[in-house]
């Protein structure tokens, strides 16, 4: 038996943290709702836990995605089409399970809609994320930049992590919305330019990867097959590797349960998950980053296990001059 959601799916909340009140803030960029808990939930729980101000900006609803219960099969784009206000059910009850309370859709929910698969009819929509002109996109993501000003970008690599046009459109808009955020003469309506400190790709590198299909295969699971090394998004030779995230047991945890809110798209089984394909793969209880931009917080060669490493002093900097602001 895979595990089911905690709680149904509640409606998603408004992100309602004041960024004055974070002396550390992450932002992170994904395509569609289960991509941030699949890839980032443990980062997201740990920053969230300690204190930080951790925002997700998920770029559609995931109308497209393909319905694993047979309950609820209705709500495939092929039928009902009301699949995506299901998924930002979803996702509300994922981030409540990751402690993070700052959520928003790009432009707002349903602004832009899921592209499918690469070569799918519907990446034509005019409505589609991966039509969307980039600075229209970017500007959308440069408002949120420049409000929360986070110190710490992390998004996916210029493939998307496995080629998902989605992936790719939200990787483009991730960076060209941090370059344009820090241009003071690109739309001054949306506020005072902000420079992202530093900028991650998520990755997974190769022998982590290795390992855990390994586990896969040894272990008794409840899926038909195993998925292979070259199913999992953004493997890279562990040298590219440059920043490893795990911590207290808790963290691993919130992401399991966050994972598991994602009842359409996720089937959870233990360690271990799979898609709609009913391909197992292991669910990694600790996440990867290459650092593409900004100063390294470690020395050459050794990994850093803060993604605020190396930007402590602007962050009390930072901290100094909002406490001054408040008193005045």
């Known amino acids: 038996m895979t595990d089911q959601p905690a709680r149904p799916p509640q409606p998603p909340?408004?992100?309602?943290?004041?960024?004055?009140?974070?002396?550390?803030?992450?932002?992170?960029?994904?395509?569609?709702?289960?991509?941030?808990?699949?890839?980032?939930?443990?980062?997201?729980?740990?920053?969230?836990?300690?204190?930080?101000l951790v925002t997700l900006v998920t770029c559609t609803l995931g109308e497209e995605g393909e319905v694993i219960p047979p309950e609820l099969a209705a709500l495939a784009p092929d039928r009902d089409d009301t699949l995506g206000p299901y998924r930002a059910g979803e996702l509300a009850a994922a981030m409540a399970a990751l402690g993070v309370t700052d959520h928003r859709?790009?432009?707002?929910?349903?602004?832009?809609?899921?592209?499918?698969?690469?070569?799918?009819?519907?990446n034509d929509r005019p409505d589609?994320?991966?039509?969307?002109?980039?600075?229209?996109?970017?500007?959308?993501?440069?408002?949120?930049i420049r409000e929360v000003r986070p110190?710490?970008?992390?998004?996916?690599?210029?493939?998307?992590?496995?080629?998902?046009?989605?992936?790719?459109?939200?990787?483009?808009?991730?960076?060209?919305?941090?370059?344009?955020?820090?241009?003071?003469?690109?739309?001054?309506?949306?506020?005072r330019a902000h420079e992202i400190a530093k900028i991650y790709w998520n990755c997974n590198p190769r022998s982590v990867v290795e390992e855990g299909f390994a586990r896969l295969r040894a272990a008794g699971h409840s899926f038909p097959g195993v998925a292979t090394v070259d199913d999992v998004p953004g493997v890279v030779p562990?040298?590219?590797?440059?920043?490893?995230?795990?911590?207290?047991?808790?963290y691993a945890a919130a992401k399991s349960a966050a994972m598991r809110a994602h009842y359409t798209q996720i089937a959870v089984d233990g360690p271990f998950f799979?898609?709609?394909?009913?391909?197992?793969?292991?669910?990694?209880?600790?996440?990867?980053?290459?650092?593409?931009?900004?100063?390294?917080?470690?020395?050459?060669?050794?990994?850093?296990?803060?993604?605020f490493a190396g930007i402590g002093e602007m962050v009390g900097m930072e901290e100094?001059?909002?406490?001054?602001?408040?008193?005045?």
């Open 105 to 122: 859709f790009l432009g707002g929910p349903g602004r832009y809609r899921d592209s499918g698969m690469m070569g799918a009819s519907q």
């Open 238 to 250: 562990d040298s590219e590797v440059t920043a490893s995230l795990t911590g207290d047991p808790a």
């Open 13 to 52: 909340a408004e992100g309602s943290a004041s960024p004055a009140a974070f002396s550390r803030r992450l932002l992170l960029v994904h395509a569609h709702p289960d991509d941030e808990s699949i890839n980032n939930g443990l980062t997201m729980a740990k920053y969230a836990a300690e204190g930080a």
């Open 151 to 191: 110190q710490v970008l992390v998004t996916y690599d210029p493939n998307g992590g496995y080629g998902h046009p989605d992936h790719i459109q939200a990787h483009r808009v991730a960076m060209r919305g941090a370059e344009l955020a820090a241009r003071a003469d690109f739309r001054p309506e949306l506020g």
């Open 274 to 307: 799979a898609l709609s394909n009913d391909l197992g793969q292991p669910l990694f209880r600790t996440e990867h980053y290459q650092l593409v931009h900004g100063v390294p917080g470690a020395a050459a060669g050794v990994r850093e296990d803060d993604l």
């Open 320 to 328: 100094s001059a909002r406490i001054e602001e408040a008193a005045e």
């Open 128 to 144: 589609a994320f991966w039509q969307a002109p980039l600075d229209e996109a970017a500007g959308e993501l440069v408002a949120v």
